[in-house]
């Protein structure tokens, strides 16, 4: 398994062992409220919508709560507007990283990500400067021990999946992002348990960082992570497994 892809499963069961500082819910739902405003408020006619509403439910977000969020983003309930920006920069190692919020004042995003930058040895980049290095795919992993591979390959290559692969102790399957909410349908109704289902930016390649350095990169990307106005954080580093283990 990558670097990139182990310390993602690392990041997604860490958040739903703690649901550290009700931080994670108020991102989770804050997707779907700008969803919601975006797309409208009806899960079957809007697929932003219906994937950040089953992203909160993976990780057990209250539907009662989920649905107050809808009802703020179509309008029916007050509350803040935020808008979507992403930001660009470089990890120590020549790391790309991507960052991309949604906030409610943006003089504030920029000022608070351009400080994790500086202060932990990255640097922003201009917009364009590293985007191109990922592309947006959904990924599905499901553990080895849950469904052999003749068989989960039949299902996902039907379903509409692009690829499936031997990602160490599981199966990653990617698919087109529009195609992302019918092939795991089909992997749910088939019964195999995922252990974890998301729409993400996928780095086409990955570069290497050990030692003093990849610590370096981990300790900014979870400093980006952690900011209020932060959805998510992409990186293209591939980091030694012993050191994900320690840091994770």
């Given amino acids: 398994m990558s670097?990139?892809?182990?310390?993602?499963?690392?990041?997604?069961?860490?958040?739903?062992?703690?649901?550290?500082?009700?931080?994670?819910?108020?991102?989770l739902l804050?997707?779907?409220?700008?969803?919601?405003?975006e797309g409208g408020a009806s899960i079957d006619g809007n697929p932003t919508l219906a994937s950040a509403v089953q992203k909160a439910k993976d990780y057990s977000v209250p539907n009662d709560t989920i649905e107050r969020a809808i009802k703020r983003g179509s309008g029916d309930l007050g509350g803040a507007r935020y808008e979507e920006v992403t930001y660009e920069g470089y990890a120590p190692g020549g790391v790309a990283v991507l960052v991309h919020t949604l906030t409610d004042n943006r003089n504030r995003a920029s000022a608070d990500i351009r400080n994790?930058?500086?202060?932990?040895g990255g640097s922003m980049g201009d917009p364009g400067s590293?985007?191109?290095?990922?592309?947006?795919?959904?990924?599905?992993?499901?553990?080895?021990?849950?469904?052999?591979?003749?068989?989960?390959?039949?299902?996902?290559?039907?379903?509409?999946?692009?690829?499936?692969?031997?990602?160490?102790?599981e199966w990653e399957i990617r698919t087109d992002p529009a195609g992302f909410g019918a092939v795991r349908a089909v992997l749910e109704g088939a019964g195999i348990p995922l252990a974890t289902?998301?729409?993400?930016?996928?780095?086409?390649?990955?570069?290497?960082?050990?030692?003093?350095?990849?610590?370096?990169?981990?300790?900014?990307?979870?400093?980006?992570?952690?900011?209020?106005?932060?959805?998510?954080?992409?990186?293209?580093?591939?980091?030694?497994?012993?050191?994900?283990?320690?840091?994770?």
Avoid: C
């Fill in 197 to 248: 289902a998301e729409i993400t930016m996928v780095p086409q390649t990955t570069v290497p960082v050990e030692g003093t350095e990849a610590k370096q990169v981990l300790g900014l990307v979870e400093a980006l992570d952690d900011l209020d106005d932060v959805q998510a954080v992409y990186a293209n580093f591939d980091i030694p497994d012993e050191i994900l283990a320690e840091v994770g």
């Fill in 3 to 27: 670097g990139h892809s182990k310390w993602s499963t690392i990041k997604h069961k860490k958040s739903a062992q703690d649901q550290r500082r009700g931080k994670l819910f108020a991102k």
């Fill in 116 to 120: 994790v930058f500086t202060k932990r």
């Fill in 30 to 37: 804050r997707a779907i409220e700008v969803s919601a405003r």
């Fill in 130 to 169: 590293v985007s191109f290095l990922f592309d947006r795919r959904g990924v599905i992993r499901v553990s080895r021990d849950e469904a052999d591979e003749d068989r989960l390959l039949e299902i996902v290559l039907e379903a509409g999946a692009e690829d499936l692969t031997q990602d160490g102790d």
